[in-house]
């Protein structure tokens, strides 16, 4: 299936630069956290703090690894790269981009981690989260696109042009 699954820390700009590149490439777009709050009927801050961060993991795990969709960009939250089941389904249905963001711009993004249903654990700060994640984002991504500097245009074309030459590199 050719899709493209956007990966990233919150505030990376997943589903703001996955509508324009939806529209770019004539794709759907399919932000996960909706299809999350849609079928629990509770936001997703709701979720976290009534049934836990790991019961959490397991809804976002379950609604991610069920899409089946063709031709979509598609943005999940930013943890799903601890749902292993969920990234190897992404990998199978096209390709995953990592958009990569500096801590400062994040932090600078990001004011109420929890109001954006950023799971923390206890004691976590934000660059902890940054440090943890980054080598997950890393590890599961077909290709790395640096934000630092860009306009979202600017993102928009890196992205395009890579996914062009990453897709003409595995024909």
Same mark, same amino acid.
């Given at each position: 299936m050719?899709?493209?699954?956007?990966? +990233?820390?919150?505030?990376s700009?997943?589903?703001?630069? +996955?509508?324009?590149? #939806?529209? #770019?490439?004539?794709?759907?777009?399919?932000?996960s956290d909706l299809l999350i709050q849609k079928q629990e009927k509770r936001k997703l801050s709701e979720i976290i703090e009534q049934d836990g961060p790991e019961k959490f993991k397991e809804i976002e795990n379950q609604v991610n690894a069920?899409?089946?969709?063709?031709?979509t960009v598609i943005a999940p939250g930013g943890s799903v790269i601890y749902c292993e089941e =969920?990234?190897?389904?992404?990998?199978?249905i096209?390709?995953?981009?990592?958009l990569k963001a500096s801590y400062q711009t994040i932090k600078r993004?990001?004011?109420?981690?929890?109001?954006? +249903?950023?799971?923390?654990?206890?004691?976590?700060?934000?660059?902890d989260?940054? &440090?943890?994640?980054?080598?997950?984002?890393?590890?599961? =991504? &077909?290709?790395?696109?640096?934000?630092?500097g860009c306009q979202i245009e600017e993102t928009i074309e890196n992205v395009l042009d890579t996914i062009e030459n990453y897709s003409q590199n595995k024909a």
């Open positions: 050719n899709n493209v699954t956007l990966i +990233g820390m919150p505030g700009g997943k589903s703001t630069i +996955g509508v324009i590149l #939806a529209k #770019a490439l004539r794709y759907e777009f399919l932000d069920d899409i089946h969709v063709t031709d =969920a990234m190897e389904h992404f990998k199978e096209g390709k995953i981009v990592y993004r990001i004011r109420n981690p929890q109001k954006r +249903g950023v799971v923390l654990k206890d004691g976590q700060t934000l660059k989260l940054y &440090d943890e994640r980054k080598v997950l984002f890393e590890k599961y =991504a &077909d290709v790395t696109i640096s934000e630092e």
